[in-house]
C-alpha cells in the first residue's frame, strides 16, 4: 500500500501518465469525472489533456484502457479544443481498439470515432478510417468498415464523403475474410439507400454471385430516402426540426425533407477519369484516312472500346474530335458514319463539360448528316447530338441549329426540331431566355406550315415542349401569328411532355391559358415581313400574349379584360363597310354621318366639327376605332379637296388613335391616306400628328415600316422627304427600341439617290438620327455608295458625334400596358437590344476560304509558312468585313498557334483573333470555349507585350460576347490552377474589372474559389494584392456564406488568414449594379437598349452625350449599363451637382498619399507611357476628393469632355484655391496624362490652366513638395520638345513660373535629364532652359556640382543636331559671363573643334556684352532659392520671419565653426590657385562685388570683437527662449525630439534653440539629465543625413550642409562644459563616435563646397569628446566601437584605423586620467574583446596595428599601476580562462624585470618586445606608405605623425634611401615637420605644425600637454597680420582676454535679422585670412631655422603682397 499511496497524492493528469496501471486506471476514473464536471467547454483545463488523450485511448492495458475510452470521448464530446487530437487519437483507436476482443472497447472506438465527426472533424476521421481499410488485420478492417457504415447511416451523405468510400468498396468485396466481405456487403446496401443507382457502375466488375446477393438486398430496401438522424455541432437547428418531427409521428413533412435530406449523388462523380489518349492505336490516324473501310472501321472499333469509359481523363481531343467529324461528315460507309457517331458521343459522355469547346465543331456536321435515311445512323448521330448537347448550353448551339432549319432537305429539318424538343427538356426557365427563344421559335414556326408533315409534327413538339418548359405566358408573344387549330395542336404537345425534372415548368403557364388564347389573325400579315430573327419586333413582343391589340391602358393588364379585348380584335379585324356604319351609328349623331359625304364644304365640315366633338366625348373602352376611321374614308375620303376639312378629318384621326384602343387593322385604313398627305403645305402638319398618334397605339416600329414603304411606293418626292423628316423626329420622340433597320435601309438608299435634293437632305438627316443610336455601324450600309455622297453622309455623322440621343418623350401604349406583367425574360431582352444593330449588318459566310490547305500550313513546322497562313487568314477576315459565325476549322487551327514557340506568331494569333471578334460580332460567343480560353492561357506568357496582347485581345472578345461563357463551366478556374503567377494577376484583374459590372453570373463562379483562395497566399506579392482586390466582386456575386463555407476545405492557418481577409472584403463589399430601370414606371422598355452599343460604360456621367467613336472603349458594361436610365432627370441631377464645390478638402489627404507612395502600398508616380493600373490609381485617389461629376468628365474617353472640365477648373481656380492646393498632387498628375495624349487643343488648354495654376501658387506663396514635383515635372519637360512652336513656348513660360514655387536648383536636375531625350528640340530647349536658370541665378543652381553639370552640358556641343550645339554653346557662354575663364576648368576635356566654336561663340558674346549685369538683386535671388519642405503640404512662407533668417544662420555656424577650429588647418599659398579662383570671380563678377561691403565688414567685426559675455542686445532670442528658460523638462524633451527631425529645417531651428542655452552657463544646466537624450537624437540624425539626404540627389546640399554646422556647433558648445559632457554614457558616447567617425570617411561631404571646412570641425569636436567626456565611459565606448568595427569586414579600413588614432590618443591622456578612471570597467571590455579576438585571431588580421593597440593599452596601464591591476579584475567571470590576466601577468612581471634598463626604453613606451621587429621588405613597404601619405595633400600631418612615431620605435631605421630623390623643398619639409612634432611632444613649444598642405588628421588643433590652444593666441596673431597687412581697424583694439577666458562664438539666433549674406562670400575671406596667417607663420619658422633659401622660399612674401593688394582692390570696390 505504500507504493499506492505515493501516486494517489498525485494530479490527476500525472496519474494518466504513470507507469503503474491500477494509477492510470484511477487517473482514467478521475479524469472522466473531470470531464463530466466541467461546464465550460474552453476551460484551460481541458489544454491540460490535449496530450494525453491518444494515450487514453492506446492504453495496453485491456481494463484501464476501457476506462480511458470513457474518459476520451467525455473529453471529446465537451471540450472546445478536442479538434486538434483528432488525427493522432482516431490513428490510434483504428490500430490499438479495434483489434481488441471486447466488443465494449470496439464500441467505444466507434464512438469516439463519430463524437469527432459530430465536431465537425469528419474529414480527418474519414481518413484515418480509410488508412485502415489497409490493415493486415481483419478485424481492424472489418470495425472500420463498421464505423463508416454507422457514419453513414447516422449523419447522412452530405457529411461522409462517398466518393473515396466507393473507390475502395470493390477491393474489400476481394478479400479472404468472410467477416470483411460481410460488412462490405452491409456498407454497399447502406451507401445504395442514399444514393441508389449512382452506385452500380462502381460495382459493375466485382464478382457476380456477389453482385446478385446485393441486386436482391437492393430490392428490400423501401423507396423512400433515408434521413439524417444525428447532426453535426453546427446543424442545431435541422437537429430541433427532426425532433419534432419525431414527437408528432414524424411522416408528415417528408414532402419538404426530401430535396435537403438526400442530395441527388451523380454516379459520374464517384468514377475514376480513365486517360484514353495514349492508349489509342498508334496508327490511328493514318488508319482513320485509309482508303479501304475495313481498316478505318478497325481504328473506329478501338476507339469505340475506349470512348466507352464512363469517364475520360481531359486532354487535347481536337485532332481526335477533327477525324471523327470528317468520318461523319464525309465519309460514304454509313456504318462507319454511325460507328464514329458513337465514338463522339462516348467523348462526349465522358467528358461531359470539358467536351464544350469541341461542340461547335461538330454540331454543324451532324445535322447536315441527318440527311441519311437509315434509322441505325440516325439513331447513332441523335445520340451523338443529345450527348454532345449536355456538354454545352443551347445558346451556343443556336446559330447552328437555326443555320439548317431553312434547308430544303426535311429530313434534316424534322431531325433538328426533333433536336430542340429533346434540348429543351433539359433546360429551365433559367437556361432558355428569350433572346435564345426568339429566333428558334420563329424558325419553327416556319416549319409549323411546311409541306412535309413529319417536318410539322417535330416542330410542333418542339414548340410544345418550349411551352412546357418557360410557360405559356414567355412563348405565346411569339406565337401571335399562328391560328387557333395550330396553336391547339401545340398545346396538346405541351400537355403530353414529361419533363426529366417533374413538370415544374408548367404550372405558371396552365394557370394563365385564357390569357393566352386566340391571338388575333388581324395581327398576322404586317409581322410576317420581317426575317425570321427579327420575326415579333422588340417593341411588339415585350408585352406578353395578349397586349398586341388594343393596349388598353388600364385595364389590358388583367386577364379577363384581355381576353374580352381580344375577342372583340378578332371581330374588329372582320368588319365590313355596313358593320362600321351601324357601329358609327351608334356613337354619332345621324346628322354627323348624312353630311360626310354632301357636297358642300361647309356641311362636310360641321359634319367633322360634330365627329370631333363625339370622338372628345365618347367612353374610350366603348370607341369602335376601325368603324370611326372607315367613316373617315368613306368618299369623298382622303381625295377631300377643301383643305380645313381635310384638316379636320386628319386631327380627328389623331384623337381616335390617342383616346381609343388602336388597332393596327383601323391604323392600315388610314395609313395610306395619311402619307398622301404628308407632303402637303396646309396639312402636312395634322398628318405628321396623327402618323405620330398611331405610333403611340401601334408602335412606331411598325407603323415606321408601313409609312415608309408606302411613300417609297409613290412617285411623289414631296412627301418622300417629309416622311423621312417624320420618322427623324418621331425616332428622337419614340426611341429606337425595336426599330427594324433593315426594313428602311433599301428606301434609304433609294432616297439618296433621288434626283430631288429634299429627298436626299431628309435621308440624311435621318441617318444622322440613326447614328445617334447605331453608332459606326451604320456606316457600314453605305460604303459603297458615291464618295461625295459618302462624304455628305459622314458630314452628318461628324455633326451628331458626340452627343447623346434624347430622352424618348413618347411610349406605345401597349408597352406601357404591359410593363406591369413583370417580363421576365425583359433583362435578357435588353441584353440582345444591344447586338441588334450587329445582327443587322450584312455578314459573309468565310467557311469555304478557311480550305484544309489553308489549315494545314497555319500548323506546319516551318514558322514561316505558318507566317503565311496566318497572313492569309488575316487578309480572308479583313475583305470579308463581317462574318457568320461559321469559321470552318480555323479556331481549332488557330488555337495550336496561341502555344507556338515563336512569340511573334503568338502576337499575329491574337491580332487576327481581335479581328475575328469586331467581323463575327455576337456570333462569336460559341467559339469562347474553344478560342477564347486558350487566349487566357497566353496571359501566362513570360513577356509583358504578349500579355498585353492577350488582354487587349480578351477584352475585345468580352465586348462581343459578354462575361457569362467565360465564367461558364470550369475552364476558368482550370486555368486559376495554373501555378503561373503572371496569368492569376492578370486573370485575377480582369476580373476585377469585369465582375462589379455584371447583375448576375454563372454559379460555375463558385469553382474559382478555391483557386482564389490559393491565389490569396500564393508566393508572388502581385498575385495576392490581385487575389484581395477582386475578393469582394467575388462576394458580391456569390455572397459572404457560400465564400466562408468555401473556406472549410483550407488548412487551419490558411482558414484563418482567408477568413479574416473575407471579413475585410465583405466591409467594402460593392453592390450589385441596378437592374436598368425602367422609366416612367415602365412605359418604355428603356432608352434604346441598342443605343447602348454606341455608348462608353460612363455616358451619362455629365450631360449624358453618347460617346460614338469609342465604342470598345466603354467595356463590357457599355452594353448594359445605361440602357435603361431616365437621362432627362440626369441631367437635371447633373446641373443641381455641379454648382457644388469641384473639389473637396479633406485634411491631410495629401499627406497620406505621399505616406502610402512612400510605403509603396501604391505604385510611385514614375512611368514611361501610362499603364492602365496607373490612370485607375489616380481616378480611385480623385474619386474622394474630386466632384463625381468632375472625375467622370476628366476620365471620358472624348477629348471635348476634357476641355470641358478644363475650363470649369479655371473658372473655379481663384474661389477654390485652398481646395486645388489640398488636391494638387492629383491635378498635376492627371495633367501628366494629358501629356500623352496627342490631341492638341486639349493640349493647349492644359497649358493655359498651369499658367493660371502656377500664377495662383506663386501669389499663395506655396511652394510645391518634392512629391508634386517629381511626378510632374519630369514630364512637362518632356512637352518641352513638342513641334508646335506655340507649345513650347508656353511650356517655357510654365518652366519660368515654376522657378518662382519650387527652387531653381532643383528644378535643374530635371532639366539635365530632360537633355539626355532622343528628341532634338527637347534637348535644345532644355539646354536653352538650363542657360537661363544659371543665368537668373548664378553657378549655385548647378547641380550636383557646376563641374558635373557643366561636362554634361559641354557634351552637347558636338551634337549633331544644329539647335541644339547651339543652345550648348549659349548656356556655356552663360556660364562663362558669370565666372569666367573657370568655365574652361569647369567643362572639362573637349575635342578641338568643340573648344575652337566654344571660343569663337565666347568671343563674339565678350564683344557683345562686356560684362553680364547681374539679372537680380540678392534679396530676390535668395527669395528663389528659399529652401523648402519637402515633407509639408501646405508650405506657407513664414509672415513674420525674414527669408534669408536661415540663409545666414548657416553661415554663422560655419564662421562659429572655423573659429573653434582655430584656422589652424589653413593651407600654404603656395598651392597654385587654391582659394585664387574666388578672388578672380569677385573681381570680375561687379553684380556680385556690389553685395559684399556689409556683410565683409559686419563678419571681421564679428570675429575680432572682444571676448566678453555678450550682452543681450547683441542677439535677437528666438521666441522660444523665455519659455524653455522657465519651463519644465518637458519643453527641452520636445525640442530635443525636434532635433531628430526628418525635416531640415525643423531640425536646424530646434538645435538653434538648443544652442541659445548651452551658450549662457548660467542657463546651460537645464540640460543636466538631457545629454543623452540630446546626443541621442543628434546621431540620430546624423544618421538620418548619412543614409537618407545625402543620398537625395533633390535636396540642396547647403541645407545638409547648414545642418551638419548646426550639429557640430551644438556639440562643441556641449563637450566644452565638462559637467554636462560627463554625463553621457557609454553607449551614447559609442553611437555618437561611429556617427562622427563615418562623417569624417564620407567621401561625398568632401564634393560640398567647404566640405573640407566641415571635416576638420568634426575632427576638432572628436578631440573635444576625447578630452571632456567621462574617460572610463570614453574608452570602453573605443573599445566596443573597435571591436565591432573589426568584426564588420565590410566596414571602410579607415574607420578601424580612427577609432585606434582616438585610442591611442586617450592612452596618452591616462597618466592624467589613471585616478579617475573605473579600471575594473575597462579591463571587462578588454576581456570581451580578447574573447572575441583572442591573441591568434588578433594577429591574423591585415594590419597589426589593432594588436599593438591593445598590448599598448594594457602595457600603459600596467606600467601606471604596476601589480595592483591584477585586483582590478572583477567583473570577469571565470577570470582563470581569461586570456588577459595571463597577459596582465606577464607583464607585470616583464615591465619589473626590464624598468632599469635604458636600452628598452623604446620599446618600453609601446610594450613590444624585440622580436616584435619586422623583416626589412615589410619595414620598406611601411615607409612607401608613410611618404605616400606625406606626399597627399590630404593626409600629410599623418604621415609625418606615422614617421616620427616609427622613428622612434624603430630608431635604426632608414629613411635616407627614400629622402634621396626628393627635392631639396620637400627633404627641409620633412626635416622640419619632424622637429615640429618632436618638439610638441617634448612640451617645449605651443605652436601647431604648419603643413603646406592642408590636413585633417585627428591630431590637428591638438598642442602640448593635451590641451587645446586658447582663442585668445589666435586672435592675437590675428590682429597682427592684420596691423600688418594695413587691415586693422585701429578703432577697435581689443585687450588679452587671457588664456583662461572662454570661447565665444557667435549666437545663431544673432544674426536671424542681420543682412543677406552671399553665396561663399564668408568663406573667401575667411579662407584669405587663413592664408595670411599660415604664410607669416611659414616664412617666421623658415627664417628662424635658417635654411638654405630655395626657389620657392620667396613665394610667401611675394604672396603676401599679391593678396593684399588684391584684398584692398576687393574693399575699395565695395565702397
Known sequence: MGDDSEWMKLPIDQKCEHKVWKARLNGYEEALKLFQRIEDEKSPEWGKYLGLIKKFVTESNAVAQLKGLEAALAFVENAHVAGKTTGEVVSGVVTKVFNQPKARAKELGADICLMYIEIEKAEVVQDELLKGLDNKNPKIVVACIETLRRALSEFGSKIVTLKPVVKVLPKQFESREKAVRDEAKLLAVEIYKWIRDALRPPLQNINSVQLKELEEEWVKLPSGPPKQSRFLRSQQDLKAKFEQQQAQGGDQ????????????????????????????????????????????????????????????????????????????????????????????????????????????????????????????????????????????????????????????????????SLFLARSFKHCTQSTLPKSVLKPLCAALIKQVNDSAPEVRDAAFEALGTAMKVVGEKAVNPFLADLDKLKLDKIKECADKVELSGGKKGGGGGGDKKPAAKAPPPSEAPPRTSAPPKKAPSAAASKPSAGPSKKGKPASAAGGKAKKASDSKEVAESELSPEVCEDLAAGVLPASCLQQLDSANWKERLASMEEFQKAVETMDQTQMPCQALVRMLAKKPGWKETNFQVMQMKLHIVAL?????????????????????KVGDVKCGGNAKAALTAIGEACSLPWTAEQVVSMAFAQKNPKNQAETLNWLSNAMKEFGFTGINVKAFINNVKTALAATNPAVRTAAITLLGVMFLYMGAPLRMFFEDEKPALLAQIDAEFEKMQGQSPPAPSRFTKKAAAAADDGDEGEEQEEDAGGQDIMDLLPRTDISDKITSDLVSKIGDKNWKIRKEGLDEVASIISEAKFITANVGELPMALKGRLSDSNKILVQQTLSILQQLATAMGPGLKQHVKALGIPVITVLGDSKPNVRAAALTTLQAWVEQTGMKEWLEGEDLSEELKRENPFLRQEVLGWLSEKLPTLRTVPGDLMLCVPQLYTCLEDRNGDVRKKAQDVLPTFMMHLGYDKMSKATGKLKPASKDQVMSMLEKARAVMPAKPAAPAKAGGGKES?????????????????????????????????????????????????????????????????????????????????????????????????STCFAKWLTDELFHFDFQRHVKAIGVMMERLESESEATISCLDLILKWFTLRFFDTNTTVLMKVLEYLKLLFSMLNREDYHLTEYEATSFVPYLILKVGESKDVVRKDVRAILTMLCKVYPASKVFPFLMEGTKSKNSKQRAECLEELGCLIEGYGMNVCQPTPAKSLKDIAVHIGDRDTSVRNAALNTVVAVYNVCGDQVYKLIGNLSEKDMSMLEERIKRSAKKTPAAPAKQSAPERTQKEHPTNPNATFLRKPAQEDPNKLKIMYRTYRIAARQNAHHGESSHPSIPKQFQLDLDMIERDHGRVSELPDLVQHQLDELLEPITIPEPKMRSVSPHFDDLHNSTASTINFVISQVASGDINTSIQALAQIDEVLRQEDKAEVMSGHIDQFLIATFMQLRLIYNTHMADE??????????????????????????????????????????????????????????????????????????????????????????????????????????????????????????????????????NFMKVFPKEKLKQLKSDVPHRTLKTLLHTLCKLTGAKILDHLSMIENRNESELEAYLRRTVKHSGNLSGVKSDRGNEKTGLHPDDRMSKAKVSDILSEIFKKIGSKENTKEGLTELYEYKQKYSDADVEPFLKNTSQFFQSYVERGLRMIESEREGKTRIQTSAVIPQHSLDSGLSSNNEELKPAVYYERLKILRQRQGLENTTRVRGSGGDGEPQQRPPISSLLSSKPSVASSTDMLQSKLSQLKESRELYRQEHNSHSPTHGRSASPAANLDDLKKRLERIKSKQQ
Open 253 to 416: 413533412s417528408d414532402g419538404d425533407e426530401e430535396e435537403g435530406a438526400a442530395p441527388a449523388v451523380d454516379p459520374y462523380e464517384l468514377l475514376e477519369a480513365v486517360e484514353i489518349l495514349s492508349k489509342m492505336p498508334k496508327d490511328f490516324y493514318e488508319k482513320i484516312e485509309a482508303k479501304k473501310w475495313q481498316e478505318r472501321k478497325e481504328a473506329l472499333e478501338a476507339l469505340e472500346v475506349l470512348t466507352k469509359n464512363p469517364k475520360i481523363e481531359n486532354g487535347d481531343y481536337g485532332d481526335l474530335v477533327r477525324a471523327l467529324k470528317k468520318v461523319v461528315g464525309k465519309d460514304a460507309n454509313v456504318m462507319l458514319v454511325s460507328l464514329a457517331a458513337k465514338c463522339l458521343a462516348g467523348l462526349a459522355t465522358g467528358l461531359r463539360k470539358k467536351f464544350g469547346t469541341y461542340a461547335g465543331h461538330v454540331v454543324p456536321t451532324i445535322l447536315e448528316k441527318f440527311k441519311e435515311k437509315k434509322p441505325q445512323v440516325v439513331q447513332a448521330l441523335q445520340e451523338a447530338i443529345d450527348a454532345i448537347f449536355l456538354t454545352t448550353t443551347l445558346q451556343n448551339l443556336s446559330e447552328d441549329i437555326l443555320a439548317v432549319m431553312d434547308n430544303k432537305n426535311p429530313s434534316i429539318k424534322q431531325q433538328a
Open 1594 to 1727: 533633390r535636396l540642396d546640399k547647403k541645407d545638409i550642409f547648414k545642418l551638419y554646422s548646426c550639429i557640430i556647433g551644438n556639440m562643441l558648445s556641449l563637450f566644452s562644459m565638462e559637467s554636462l559632457a560627463r554625463d553621457a554614457s557609454m553607449g551614447v558616447l559609442k553611437d555618437m563616435m561611429h556617427g562622427l567617425i563615418t562623417l569624417m570617411l564620407d567621401g561625398r561631404v568632401e564634393d560640398i563646397e567647404d566640405g573640407q571646412q566641415l571635416i576638420r570641425s568634426v575632427n576638432l569636436l572628436v578631440v573635444r569628446v576625447l578630452e571632456k567626456s567621462d574617460q572610463t565611459n570614453i574608452i570602453s565606448a573605443l573599445l566596443v566601437l573597435l571591436q565591432d568595427s573589426l568584426v564588420t569586414t565590410a566596414g571602410s579600413p579607415m574607420f578601424s584605423e580612427l577609432v585606434m588614432k582616438c585610442l591611442w590618443r586617450m592612452i596618452r591622456f591616462l597618466p592624467e586620467t589613471i585616478n579617475t578612471i573605473n579600471l575594473d570597467r575597462i579591463l571587462l571590455d578588454v576581456h
Open 1086 to 1182: 428603356g432608352r434604346a437598349a441598342s443605343a447602348s452599343r454606341s455608348q462608353a460604360a460612363n455616358d451619362d456621367s455629365v450631360d449624358g452625350k453618347a460617346e460614338t467613336k469609342k465604342v470598345r472603349g466603354g467595356g463590357a458594361a457599355a452594353k448594359k449599363g445605361p440602357a435603361g436610365k431616365k437621362p432627362a432627370a440626369k441631367g437635371l441631377k447633373d446641373d443641381e451637382d455641379k454648382s457644388g464645390p469641384i473639389f473637396i478638402l479633406i485634411p491631410n489627404a495629401k499627406e497620406q498619399r505621399i505616406k502610402e507612395e512612400k510605403q509603396l502600398k501604391i505604385l510611385k508616380w514614375n512611368f514611361i507611357t501610362p499603364r492602365d493600373e496607373y490612370v485607375e490609381q489616380l481616378k480611385t485617389q480623385m
Open 656 to 676: 381616335v388613335a390617342q383616346r381609343g384602343q388602336f388597332s393596327k387593322t383601323s391604323a392600315s385604313v388610314v395609313l395610306d391616306g395619311l402619307v398622301d
